[in-house]
């Protein structure tokens, strides 16, 4: 059904997201954008209708969850941070890895290794690779941008959160289509993955710029401040969490690895063990217990298992008192309080866009009478401009593959354009979420790296919208010749190399920037500050 408030339903998060970039102020972005949709649902001032979107966006389920998740994981950084493990793990890794190419590598290589749910990927990568990549001078800019574009993008590609949702709605999808006798769902998951190219590229992306040690765009800027000057953020960033300014100097005159990685590996254990439990039913696979699994329940436990062990290593080494420890926790819930505050209200925007019904707006105008070469490509920017628009990507999952799926049925009949859609899907969804300033997993991602939010958005829309371009033109290409993806893909990583060696020299020489030494093994030079 069409959205009666047609093309103004698009304006409240627009204007949010374009305030957000413009003005660097994301709350009061956020707070205007819905403030502006609650003007246009009501007709009048909006005041009230603010707020009661405001909390309803507080009181969903999976988003108390969330919030819960978030808290806890505060305070299990605040905790790792008390007992010294921050220090010992940085003071390792900077023995270990002593030069920016190395520490963008291990990071990279985490984020695709934790591939089952982003948020914990975000939470767990960003606070290991912190202090090391400050000390090696990497800009909070480029270490937000390795796990943010690693994250999202890895979770789509295996047994995640993000795969048991859509395995559900391709399900839905099939049976809007009128399909009794389909493949299974799980098989068609896997027939999308070579059509995914956003989430593929965008990993490869990721690699390339590491490995190269090249950069362009405003992420360039970001690097030649760090590393010339040492201000790993820009001089009036607000990053998101600040653990030194926030908590002072840790408890631990002798800081110990196991204060570090004791925590982590239970928070991975628990998540892990706990979704399985919560999928469980007699008889059922790995698969079913994936399909079924409470993701946002899980990482609660995961991450009040984490307190909890750093509640026992600082009884057990004599390092914090019970009262101590608990003092910690409260500190670390203090941590999180602007990623939460702006949590809540990108999902009051998306309370805002479901009342107006923004998705289902911009889904009718793209009608069903277009060539069959075009629609992958298609497909893939109105998920994009859905995700961007709403900053939620599994919401724009849940809109248009049920919408998708019977159209592309009707057009062809063939579950290869099936399978294709729901990679494009996908694609769309993550390089929206990249892109958008009001996306859960990027505020995350800026979060846990203590990054400034809109800085981490346009110093990574830069290589988002770089790798958009290659995987719309290879999908207009196998649209149009049915060339296998799979053998497209190289192609494409080839374009990407091309591009990042080609745009960082053009921007370098515009600019007057000398390269970084990324492989250097050495400590960066000294600030003159």
Do not use: C
């Amino acid at each position: 059904m069409p959205s009666e408030f047609g093309a103004l339903s698009v304006l409240p998060p627009l204007l949010a997201i374009v305030l957000a970039i413009a003005t660097r102020k994301a709350v009061l972005s956020l707070f205007l954008g819905i403030w502006a949709g609650a003007v246009i649902y009501t007709g009048g001032l909006g005041i009230v209708q603010t707020f009661e979107w405001i909390v309803a966006a507080v009181a969903g389920d999976f988003h108390v969850r969330i919030l819960v998740f978030t808290l806890l994981l505060g305070s299990g950084v605040a905790m790792i941070w008390n007992l010294g493990g921050s220090y010992a793990v940085r003071d390792w890794a900077i023995a270990k890895l002593d030069s920016q190419r190395k520490v963008g590598a291990v990071a990279w290589l985490l984020g695709v290794v934790l591939f089952f749910d982003d948020y914990a990927n975000t939470a767990i990568v960003g606070s290991a690779m912190k202090d090391v990549s400050d000390h090696l001078r990497i800009s909070r800019e480029k270490l937000s941008y390795i796990v943010d574009s690693t994250a999202a993008p890895v979770a789509t590609l295996g047994i995640s959160s993000w795969v048991a949702f859509q395995l559900s709605l391709i399900t839905d999808g099939y049976e809007a289509a009128g399909v009794a006798d389909h493949p299974a769902a799980f098989e068609v998951f896997l027939s999308s993955i070579p059509f995914n190219m956003y989430s593929i590229l965008a990993v490869v992306m990721v690699a390339i710029i590491v490995f190269s040690g090249r950069d362009f765009g405003e992420m360039l800027d970001a690097e030649h401040r760090s590393w010339s000057t040492g201000a790993v953020s820009r001089e009036d960033a607000r990053p998101m969490q600040d653990v030194k300014s926030d908590l002072g100097e840790p408890s631990a005159t002798n800081p110990r690895l196991v204060s570090f990685f004791a925590p982590i590996a239970v928070l991975i254990a628990v998540t892990i063990g706990s979704a399985l439990w919560t999928g469980y039913s007699p008889g059922a696979s790995v698969m079913d217990m994936v399909t079924n699994a409470d993701f946002a329940s899980a990482l609660i436990y995961g991450s009040f298992a984490m307190v909890a062990t750093g509640f026992a290593l600082g009884k057990f080494y004599g390092i914090l008192t019970l009262g101590e420890s608990t003092d910690t926790v409260i500190d670390g819930f203090g941590l999180m309080l602007t990623a939460v505050s702006i949590l809540v209200l990108a999902w009051g925007i998306g309370e805002v866009v479901s009342a107006l019904q923004t998705g289902e707006y911009v889904a009718g105008i793209v009608g069903d009478q277009f060539p069959i070469a075009v629609l992958p490509a298609l497909v893939l920017v109105l998920a994009a401009f859905i995700a961007f628009s709403t900053g939620t990507s599994w919401g724009t999952m849940g809109i248009l593959t049920p919408i998708v799926i019977p159209v592309a049925w009707n057009l062809t009949g063939d579950h290869t354009i099936i399978a294709a859609m729901v990679g494009v899907i996908f694609s769309g969804a993550i390089f929206g979420d990249h892109s958008s300033p009001i996306s859960d997993t990027t505020v995350l991602s800026a979060t846990f790296t203590g990054a400034d939010l809109v800085d981490h958005v346009r110093t990574q829309l830069y290589y988002a919208l770089t790798v958009a371009l290659v995987a719309i033109v290879l999908l207009l290409v196998w649209g149009v010749t049915r060339i296998t993806p799979v053998a497209l893909l190289p192609v494409g990583v080839l374009a990407l190399v091309g591009l990042v060696y080609g745009l960082s020299e053009l921007d370098a020489d515009r600019k007057g920037i000398e390269p970084v030494a990324t492989d250097t093994p050495q400590e960066a030079p000294e600030s003159d500050e």
